[in-house]
């Protein structure tokens, strides 16, 4: 037979797959492995969902979402982060930001053109801009410097052929969250090059220490940044596949020719309920986020307190800790605790190699959970 693309084949298969498969046959596992939520979306966001259903609302919508949600979206940018995006024009509501990622890429690159992705990072990341015919150009960024990058290292790797830079704070795995003045490094770099910057603040509601700062508010971001944002986590609705893209109105229309022919649309339940999530949801948000930075505070101290060195992350819900005083791998550290404790880790390389000697754990579980597992992990450590 003839090969499948080789664009697609030539990118390996996640690293955490294999660790959810041996999860599966496993009984008693305490999972800090999953990046979701354990909330149940909010009642209310339900109950609008159902209602809609009750009401027959079970169309397609406009490829560009709703214009209610996307006048909510405006509204919440502008109130929020000071970033003013027009309904009308600059916003695409997509299926989750999955789809944005996917649909940011084939919009912005040409093959060959490369993006400039600061790793540790999000494991789509890489792949979405291979499939898009780009090329990942990967900038490590270090564990004393909290696995925030350096805009000097971003510059080194500016070429003729980087056309995007790609950035997420709160990142997904460290949980390092960039200051103003390092975001504002970052976007001079962008605008002395002419890049664009894909934004994902997916996590944005997630920041503990200080408010969260998205990137498209400074001078100069705005007309060349592609912010993506979504429900998921802030809202705990992983499971409804929603999301939306903000970005000028010349991008917004590039993205959605792909969205129209691929995806016409995001379903019309997801899209009613993130209304009600946007309108009247705000007190929920506050609620889990108050929840989580409780139990990052108890988490992180219990990981330093067992001897895994792991400053405080500023925001997500992942803890990543050093594990190099063990001396193994991120993988066979992950892979013993699983057999021997039954505690489900990320390794940190399936992140990057910068990730290696570092695993993640997520700490959206029960506290009596994160508790139970910080002594099974402290076992672990003294068994070795
Ligand atoms: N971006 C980051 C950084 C993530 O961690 C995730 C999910 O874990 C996503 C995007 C995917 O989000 P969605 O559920 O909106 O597709």
């Given at each position: 037979m003839k090969p499948l693309s080789q664009a697609v084949s030539s990118v390996p298969a996640s690293g955490i797959r294999r660790f959810f498969d041996l999860v599966a046959e496993m009984d008693d596992v305490i999972s800090l492995g999953v990046g979701e939520?354990?909330?149940?979306?909010?009642?209310?966001?339900?109950?609008?969902?159902?209602?809609?259903?009750?009401?027959?609302?079970?169309?397609?919508?406009?490829?560009?979402?709703?214009?209610?949600?996307?006048?909510?979206?405006?509204?919440?940018?502008?109130?929020?982060?000071?970033?003013h995006y027009d309904p009308?024009?600059?916003?695409?509501?997509?299926?989750?930001?999955?789809?944005?990622?996917?649909?940011?890429?084939?919009?912005?690159?040409?093959?060959?053109?490369?993006?400039?992705?600061?790793?540790?990072?999000?494991?789509?990341?890489?792949?979405?801009?291979?499939?898009?015919g780009g090329v990942p150009i990967s900038v490590p960024s270090r564990a004393e410097n909290g696995f925030r990058v350096d805009p000097d290292d971003v510059r080194a790797r500016v070429t003729p052929r980087t056309k995007a830079i790609l950035l997420s704070y709160p990142s997904n795995p460290t949980g390092a969250v960039m200051d103003q003045a390092g975001l504002q490094a970052l976007v001079d770099i962008a605008v002395e090059h002419d890049l664009y910057i894909v934004s994902d603040e997916i996590y944005d509601r997630l920041s503990y220490d200080a408010p969260h700062v998205s990137i498209a508010s400074l001078p100069g971001a705005r007309e060349r940044t592609i912010l993506l944002n979504g429900f998921s986590k802030a809202y705990a609705m992983t499971g409804w596949r929603i999301g939306y893209a903000c970005a000028p109105s010349h991008v917004v229309e590039v993205m959605m020719k792909i969205h129209q022919?691929?995806?016409?649309?995001?379903?019309?339940?997801?899209?009613?309920?993130?209304?009600?999530?946007?309108?009247?949801?705000?007190?929920?948000?506050?609620?889990?986020?108050?929840?989580?930075?409780?139990?990052?505070?108890?988490?992180?101290?219990?990981?330093?307190?067992?001897?895994?060195?792991?400053?405080?992350?500023?925001?997500?819900?992942?803890?990543?800790?050093?594990?190099?005083?063990?001396?193994?791998?991120?993988e066979v550290f992950a892979e013993r605790l699983l057999?021997?404790?039954?505690?489900?880790?990320?390794?940190?390389?399936?992140?990057?190699p910068s990730g290696e000697g570092h695993i993640r754990c997520c700490y959206a579980t029960a506290t009596s959970k994160l508790i139970e597992a910080l002594q099974r992990m402290g076992r672990f450590l003294q068994s070795l």
């Open positions: 939520p354990d909330f149940v979306t909010p009642w209310r966001v339900r109950e609008a969902a159902i209602y809609s259903l009750e009401q027959g609302r079970t169309t397609y919508t406009s490829n560009y979402g709703l214009l209610e949600l996307r006048q909510e979206i405006a509204r919440m940018h502008a109130t929020r982060s000071g970033a009308a024009r600059e916003i695409l509501v997509t299926v989750g930001v999955s789809e944005a990622l996917d649909t940011a890429f084939r919009a912005l690159l040409d093959q060959g053109d490369e993006v400039i992705v600061p790793e540790p990072c999000y494991v789509s990341y890489i792949p979405c801009v291979a499939f898009a022919y691929t995806m016409l649309c995001a379903p019309i339940t997801a899209q009613l309920a993130a209304i009600e999530a946007l309108k009247h949801g705000e007190a929920d948000v506050v609620t889990m986020v108050t929840d989580y930075d409780n139990r990052r505070r108890l988490f992180v101290a219990g990981l330093n307190e067992i001897g895994l060195e792991c400053p405080s992350p500023g925001g997500a819900f992942y803890a990543f800790p050093s594990i190099k005083r063990t001396g193994l791998s991120a057999q021997q404790e039954r505690v489900l880790v990320v390794p940190g390389d399936v992140f990057g």
